[in-house]
């Protein structure tokens, strides 16, 4: 996917906005594939009888699959022009997320940092993942490294600047 005209970048994005994703229905390919992809196979994902004598008495969802999840619902809500994840800061698990549950993703800009002479910056996002119930399932924040327009002081100088000389010799 490459950016598109109404993908935000760095410059667009104000403190305080937020964003709430469409939802995602968590299901049993998810957590097997995440199982395969990860290599963990703790038996309160994968295996159903094990899962019945846990407090859960179900399999759950990877914390880290509905985190993955999560951040795929980010990539629309809200569209930005990111270039790379930098760091999580602190991420809270609160809440098991069972087979059959939809979550979305709420994120709102926290900070912002110019960063590389005003060609990026990194966004702080508080980002909360929520249930189909309206309760958080997990929070925390995401830092991530976002491209700017072309800063103005750059553009005002390629405007100015001298245009080339002719290189048209007589013959």
């Known amino acids: ?87 999580v800061g602190v991420w809270n698990f609160h809440l098991p997320v069972f087979i ?11 900070e912002k940092t110019l960063r590389g002479r005003g060609r990026r910056g990194e966004i702080l996002w508080q980002r909360s993942i929520i249930n189909q119930d309206g309760k958080v399932v997990q929070d925390g924040e995401v830092i991530t490294l976002v491209e700017c327009r072309t800063p103005a002081r750059e553009a005002a100088t390629q405007e100015s600047a001298p245009a080339p000389a002719s290189t048209n010799r007589p013959v």
């Open 1 to 87: 996917m490459s950016f598109s005209s109404f993908h935000l970048y760095f410059d667009d994005l104000e403190l305080g906005q937020e964003w709430t994703s469409g939802g995602r229905t968590v299901t049993d390919a998810d957590i097997v594939n995440f199982a395969g992809f990860s290599g963990d196979f703790n038996p309160i994902h994968i295996d159903h009888e094990f899962a019945k004598g846990t407090p859960f008495r179900r399999p759950i969802a990877h914390g880290f699959a509905v985190f993955c999840i999560a951040s795929g619902l980010g990539i629309i809500a809200p569209p930005v022009r990111t270039i790379a994840m930098l760091r």
């Open 100 to 110: 059959g549950d939809t979550i979305h993703n709420v994120s709102r800009v926290k």
